[in-house]
């Protein structure tokens, strides 16, 4: 009975298991005297980034770098993984619960406040071009890189279960975004449908508080908005002040869910993929630079921005660090840094709908013998920006982009050939998402600086 209890009920039957957890709450305190010490939070970020791999590569070491059937026999190593992944899962859980009502309430304050001389309809048309211009070029990337390293030409199928996705046309996928049914929009945490239905409030809130008869009603729910806003920031800021300790467990959970087996047979892939996440980081600087933003400025902000997103691989869990960063360290008007940032969870993702799937095209073209010319190369671009219009931005949706995309170019068949890159999903989806917040950040930032709404005095202190 008490081997059930512990075992079973606890899993915390083992020596080592219980010493990892020692370990953790010593590293735990460490980063809580860091805090009070006042060391800079990105310091404190990269530091718990380094331990949580430190965490991943011991523990693999002790259980002499199994695979994932022999890491499944080892009592204390599955104990240890089980732990890490339900730090990292309650953290993410309380991002997520953030999310919806965080979204809603800006998007209505921002509306209602809107600075007479922004236009809706170019709020609206320049963030698009920013956020879906950078994903062609991420797109394009991938297929550059792809076809340099002749990626998949050496590919033996590996048989798997992955399936390909339901693939949507073009018109459903607009209508998915069309909020016919708020309450089953927010269970879905389709980010664009309670965008627009936060944005149709705050509009004939507007409307109203031009007639007399409802000048004071308008009142009572401005106020109402303000003061949820308000408690709705301070539970951002506590939430994201315990950041740090999830990184620690979400990187070592990655590491032990995966293994260095995984990471050695997908190899290349991986490798490419990392390249773009860089070149990206690149991309996004000269965008900044060509609306004579200063990019070392940019990078060292927004660096804890891109951590976080990395260790928790998704757009949507990281948008209130995002949000709050655009506003309060680089000075973007509230109605740009709500707004793009909210629709950057789920459109022109840099990492999962641009660079991605168009290696994951050209992956697949190389392993089926098939010709890759200008116009196979223009129809990867196309399909990657039309199909980002319908990413979710939560850990995994990469895998629908790869089914939009293969589809779009005829190789819907061909999805078991990418079995062995979803078995490694986790550790490129990191690289994916630290692209998809940086995109979406350059996106506000761009468009704060075309509607004149970026105040340059915070984003060069």
């Not at 005297?33 to 070491?61: E, H, P, T």
């Not at 004071?216 to 806003?229: D, G, P, R």
Request: charged share 10%.
């Amino acid at each position: 009975m008490d081997k059930q209890f512990f075992q079973d009920f606890l899993m915390l039957s083992q020596a080592h298991t219980i010493a990892t957890l020692a370990m953790l709450c010593v590293v735990f305190y460490a980063l809580k005297k860091m805090r009070d010490i006042k060391i800079n939070f990105s310091l404190r970020m990269l530091f718990a980034l380094l331990m949580g791999l430190g965490f991943g590569f011991v523990l693999q070491y002790l259980a002499n770098f199994p695979d994932a059937e022999e890491a499944s026999n080892i009592l204390w190593y599955s104990e240890t993984k089980h732990w890490f992944a339900f730090v990292s899962s309650v953290f993410v859980a309380f991002i997520k619960m953030l999310v919806v009502p965080l979204v809603s309430i800006c998007i209505i304050k921002v509306i209602i406040e809107i600075d007479k001389n922004i236009k809706i309809s170019s709020l609206l048309g320049i963030s698009l071009f920013w956020i879906l211009f950078s994903t062609a070029i991420a797109a394009t990337l991938g297929i550059f890189l792809g076809y340099s390293f002749d990626l998949g030409s050496n590919f033996a199928i590996h048989e798997g279960d992955k399936q390909i996705r339901e693939i949507q046309t073009f018109s459903n996928i607009i209508l998915g975004l069309i909020p016919s049914n708020i309450i089953t929009a927010i269970n879905k945490e389709n980010i664009i449908a309670i965008v627009i239905f936060s944005f149709f409030i705050g509009i004939s809130a507007k409307k109203i508080s031009k007639k007399e008869e409802y000048e004071q009603a308008f009142k009572s729910f401005h106020n109402f908005i303000l003061t949820f806003y308000n408690i709705m920031m301070n539970m951002t800021a506590t939430v994201i002040r315990f950041m740090p300790y999830a990184v620690v467990c979400m990187m070592a959970n990655v590491l032990l869910s995966n293994g260095f087996e995984a990471i050695k047979t997908a190899g290349l892939f991986i490798m490419l993929i990392y390249i773009a996440m860089l070149i990206m980081f690149g991309v996004h600087f000269l965008l900044l630079a060509s609306q004579g933003l200063n990019p070392i400025k940019y990078a060292k902000k927004a660096f804890p921005v891109w951590l976080f997103a990395f260790s928790s691989r998704s757009s949507l869990g990281t948008l209130p660090m995002t949000t709050s960063t655009l506003q309060n360290k680089f000075g973007v008007n509230s109605a740009i840094a709500n707004f793009v940032a909210s629709i950057g969870t789920t459109t022109g993702l840099n990492g999962c709908a641009g660079y991605f799937p168009a290696l994951a095209a050209v992956f697949v073209a190389f392993a089926t013998h098939t010709h890759i010319d200008f116009t196979f190369a223009l129809m990867i671009v196309l399909v990657a920006v039309i199909g980002s219009l319908g990413i979710a931005g939560v850990p995994g949706s990469a895998t629908m982009a790869a089914s939009i995309m293969l589809a779009g170019i005829g190789f819907g068949n061909n999805f078991v050939m990418l079995s062995l890159i979803l078995a490694i999903d986790p550790i490129i989806d990191m690289a994916r998402t630290a692209s998809n917040v940086s995109g979406a950040m350059t996106s506000a930032l761009c468009t704060a600086k075309n509607l004149k709404a970026l105040d340059k005095k915070i984003y060069n202190s």
